[in-house]
């Protein structure tokens, strides 16, 4: 069974920087595109990050330049660093992924989520 977990998430004041982690078992990894989604309260779930099997990356205008999405094929992780956090960056962060294809995000399996928020 593949799963997805994520962890990383907490507190942070704006201009902060929080690092969230997602690692993955019972798969492939080396073989998976990988994600990061967000959904805040009242709003619809969007995309944040994506990285590919071969590491080309991308990212939603409203974090590109502030967050870095990266893997390690070793470790079987995904990692999102988020930088410069702002209070509309609170949301519950979700980690995604599967052998991508063709398709584009989102991939097969989800993560539980991780919980951010920005606040003084």
């Known amino acids: 069974q593949v799963q997805l977990v994520e962890s990383g998430g907490g507190l942070v004041q704006p201009g902060g920087s929080l690092r969230l982690s997602c690692g993955v078992s019972?798969?492939?990894?080396?073989?998976?595109?990988m994600g990061w989604y967000r959904q805040a309260p009242g709003k619809q779930r969007e995309l944040v990050a994506t990285?590919?099997?071969?590491?080309?990356?991308y990212y939603a205008d409203s974090v590109k330049g502030r967050f870095t999405i990266s893997r390690d094929n070793g470790k079987n992780t995904v990692y999102l660093e988020m930088n410069s956090l702002k209070p509309e960056d609170t949301a519950v962060y979700y980690c995604?992924?599967?052998?991508?294809?063709?398709?584009?995000?989102?991939?097969?399996?989800w993560g539980q989520g991780t919980q951010v928020t920005v606040s003084s």
């Open positions: 019972g798969s492939i990894f080396s073989s998976y595109a």
């Open positions: 990285i590919t099997s071969g590491g080309s990356t």
């Open positions: 995604n992924g599967g052998r991508a294809g063709w398709r584009k995000a989102p991939y097969e399996y």
